[in-house]
Structures are given as C-alpha cells and as structure tokens.
C-alpha cells in the first residue's frame, strides 16, 4: 500500500530548494558569498517556517475521524465476567 505524500512536506521541500536558488542568485548576480553553515541555517529556518505554516490535509482527515467516532468511557464497557472453574 503507497503512502501518499504529505503536502506539508512537499511545501518544505520546496521551499528548501527556493533557498538554495536564492543563495545561487545571489552569488552570481551580486557576488555575495555565504559560507556553508549560513547556508545551511537559513534553509533550516526557511524549511521550519513553510513547515509550520502549512496545514497537513492528510493529518486533519486523520483528527476529523477520530473526532467524530464515538467515544468509549470507561463505565460503558461490559464487564468482564471470569469463568470460575468449578470444584
């Protein structure tokens, strides 16, 4: 069985690869020059940030489903009545 990509995390893919574009644009254009760990940090936050923003579809059908079957409260479960054995 496949599991579906969620789109939360398509949009923080993509928005780790903007980063990467950016960084690109802005050495070749402008010479401006980050080195690695910088680079590394602002995608982290940018990814972290898309991330947070966007709803997971897939996890609120999830939460919708579970919100709408009924609950179980401990008093209404039969009680369990243990066979005893006889002598």
Known sequence: METPL???VTFA???GAI???IVWILDAAFGVEM???V???LTVIIVSGAAWFRRDPLRDAGQAAVEASP????G???AVQQAVPEK
């Open 13 to 15: 893919a993509l928005a």
């Open 6 to 8: 969620s789109p939360k």
């Open 39 to 41: 680079q590394g940090a």
């Open 35 to 37: 080195p690695a760990a």
């Open 76 to 78: 209404d479960l039969p």
């Open 71 to 74: 609950q179980t409260q401990v």
């Open 19 to 21: 980063v990467v574009i």
